[in-house]
């Protein structure tokens, strides 16, 4: 199956999080034109680095560009700054996967801080927001585009002591819905994956002896995501995509 990348212009946001190193080196395999992954934490920028300058020196051979850019994608100034940046360098992007988010739960409504549920919603949702913002109208001008964002089943069904984690991914899902309507003329499609609990360093420290077969495999993950950036699935939009099918 060809995805069609070679051309592209890939961005991942949040791409040295766990989901989003394994995503930017599944990417990295159909080597596109360039892609560039935002960071904020230094030390997962050089983990990433390595295991990128390891695939270098492996038998496949890399020539997609990859770019580093440090950004904080709460901040809507910052963000104009980044795709400014790119669209000096590469002129477009194609395609943007928001991997950017994180969990608070274990505790009540009644227990969150004010300061807890901004805080995902801020990092969930807000981000999603002002990222789609600003890069669709540079998809519109190349009248092409793939937005992907990460929410979860959460977002369709909450566990209780998870009301501003689910509430935010919710939100996620709707925002996605509304935008598609927007751009469904526009030949840009925008999308988003619904996983449970994925297999990564950090789940398995807070979860010792779960049972990890049941986990969502970051690999599996990202092939699902790749497909939503692919050709292959331009029938697909304003959709919440389940990827839960082991649980
Ligand atoms: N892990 C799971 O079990 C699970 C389940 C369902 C859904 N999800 C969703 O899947 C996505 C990826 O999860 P993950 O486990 O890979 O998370 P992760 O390892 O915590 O990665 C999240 C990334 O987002 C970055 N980030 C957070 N706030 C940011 C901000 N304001 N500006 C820029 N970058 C920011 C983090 O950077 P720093 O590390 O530098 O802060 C990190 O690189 C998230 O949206 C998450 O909510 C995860």
Known sequence: MKNGFSNKVVVITGGTGALGKVLTKSFLNYNPKAIISTYRSETELQELKAEVN????????LTTAIEFIKTDVTKENEIKKVFSDI?????????????????????????????EWDKMFNMN?????????????????NHYGKIVHISSRTGIKAEGNDSAYAASKAGLIR?????????????????????????????RIAMPGADYSKWINPADLSNVIMFLCSDY???????????????
């Open 87 to 115: 669209i000096q360098r590469h002129e477009q992007i194609h395609i943007l996967v928001n991997v950017v988010g994180g969990y608070i739960g274990g505790k009540s409504s009644t227990e969150l801080d004010e300061s």
């Open 125 to 141: 949702l807000k981000s999603a927001f002002l990222i789609s913002k600003n890069v669709i109208p540079i998809m519109m001008m």
């Open 175 to 203: 925002f996605v819905e509304s935008v598609s309507q927007e751009v469904k003329e526009l030949n840009i499609n925008i999308n988003c994956v619904l996983p449970t609990i994925i297999d990564t360093k950090a789940n």
């Open 233 to 247: 699935s331009k029938i697909i939009n304003g959709s919440a995509i389940p990827t839960y099918g082991l649980s």
């Open 54 to 61: 390891s695939l270098s020196d492996s038998s496949t051979k």
